[in-house]
């Protein structure tokens, strides 16, 4: 591992290697606005719609044939969607992961502008797919409605919060899986899955019509199985940004690598020595024991806001959680302004040091610090999810901390899947979903 460089703007990344230009395709344009993300719930409500017999339950809340029809005609036509079940589709409630809230929750008025932009460019809504409750789990489990198949690796989980849209897309049942990625919700479950997915640059596209968990920090993002399906809903849904982006290098770091389990590490690094594109490849040097203190400022924000959100309806509700889920929201139903306070101006310096370091290169790094944890051992809040979350935390935070976005793409490797992901510019959204990286 390179030696570890004093902490301060100027030294916590230092580059090493011959210094090049390369274009790839980025420009700067879209909004910070977080959007409305609000849900009308009442106690008299009844829920519209079901899954069916021959469905499988544990991937869809609601599915249909299709559930909406495309709206216009574009570059998505023939294309079905899984609608994380966090989206405002019309004449569908929202149920969140929960079933109190499902049960709670009156149909949608209109649909959020993600899913309204996929059905006029020629996509149909194949159905409502599962979420981990309220988004705030890695995991892919969910003690209401069972865990999500993981096709490509049937004994192990699938990864969330994006878990049924997933799972949708690699069962061959849509071929986009629309969901949020805050920490990692859209990466992780194409890691364990080996799908490709995006989370976009924060605030470029609206968010509102989505239930929120913490929106300093959720994006809109989505799964497929191709990269070409990738860049088509980038070029739908971002149209204002780029298509092409002038980027100075790729760039990677030991210590971030030295993070994740040594088969994903040696997964990322085969890629990295293969590298066929026209960017150049450079090593840089990056202290990773920050890394937990600002993965504590990131979850400390997250945790704030997201009793901001739901704390109200949660004190009232707490019997519904999943134990996982209620354990975070009571320790963030204990944060103080204190401890916001301390955690923004962990996030401050943070957010300062790495987009001064980066600016315009590309960091690749892996998705997820290790395969997808097996099924059996994978239980509610034990061991198994808490470690792989708390190691993963450490490298899907950076993209996070920045709102930069981020592209997980599968690695071509033996056994369980693992991704690699690219970590790029603001609103290089389009372009960084052309990068070849594998």
């Not at 890691?191 to 989370?199: A, E, T, V």
């Not at 704390?311 to 944060?335: K, M, Q």
Request: glycine share 12%; hydrophobic share 40%.
């Amino acid at each position: 591992m390179p030696a570890k460089p004093t902490m301060s703007r100027r030294t916590f990344f230092l580059f090493t290697g011959m210094s090049a230009a390369g274009a790839m395709g980025l420009a700067a344009c879209g909004s910070d606005d977080p959007g409305n993300a609000a849900s009308t719930t009442s106690s008299d409500a009844t829920p519209s719609g079901t899954a069916g017999a021959d469905v499988d339950t544990t991937v869809w809340r609601e599915y249909g044939t299709p559930l909406a029809e495309p709206t216009g005609s574009g570059i998505l036509d023939g294309g079905t969607v899984a609608v994380k079940d966090l989206y405002a589709v019309e004449g569908h409630v929202i149920g969140a992961g929960n079933e109190e809230w499902l049960a709670q929750a009156r149909p949608e008025l209109s649909s959020a502008p993600a899913v309204t932009g996929l059905l006029s460019a020629g996509a149909a809504i194949a159905g409502i797919a599962r979420t981990d409750e309220f988004a705030y789990s890695l995991a892919g489990t969910n003690g209401h409605y069972g865990i999500p198949p993981n096709p490509t690796a049937p004994d192990r989980i699938p990864g969330g919060s994006t878990s049924g849209s997933g799972a949708a897309v690699a069962l061959g049942e849509a071929t986009i899986g629309l969901g949020t990625d805050t920490g990692g919700s859209i990466r992780i479950p194409a890691s364990y899955q080996g799908l490709f997915g995006i989370r976009t640059t924060h605030g470029a596209i609206s968010r509102e019509g989505l239930i929120p968990l913490a929106p300093s920090f959720d994006t809109v993002g989505w799964l497929t199985s191709t990269r070409e399906a990738l860049y088509e809903v980038a070029d739908v849904l971002e149209p204002v940004l780029p298509e092409t982006v002038d980027v100075d290098r790729v760039v990677y770091a030991r210590s971030l690598l030295d993070i994740a389990d040594p088969e994903v590490a040696g997964a990322v690094e085969d890629a990295l020595r293969n590298w066929s594109g026209d960017l150049p490849v450079e090593e840089i040097q990056f202290d990773a024991a920050v890394l937990p203190d600002w993965v504590g400022a990131f979850q400390t924000r997250q945790g704030y806001e997201a009793w901001q959100a739901h704390g109200a309806w949660i004190e009232e509700h707490w019997d519904s959680l999943n134990p996982d889920v209620r354990s975070r929201f009571e320790t963030a139903a204990g944060y103080t302004d204190a401890d916001l306070t301390s955690a923004d101006r962990t996030l401050d310096e943070a957010r300062g040091i790495i987009n001064d370091a980066l600016g315009n290169s590309v960091l690749i790094l892996p998705s997820a610090s290790s395969v997808a944890p097996d099924r059996e051992s994978a239980e509610l809040g034990g061991e198994t999810i808490e470690t792989a979350r708390a190691d993963t935390f450490q490298l899907t935070c950076l993209a996070g901390i920045t709102g930069r976005p981020a592209v997980s793409s599968p690695l071509p490797v033996d056994g369980p899947p693992m991704g690699i992901c690219a970590v790029g510019p603001r609103n290089s959204d389009r372009a960084l979903a052309r990068l070849v990286t594998v």
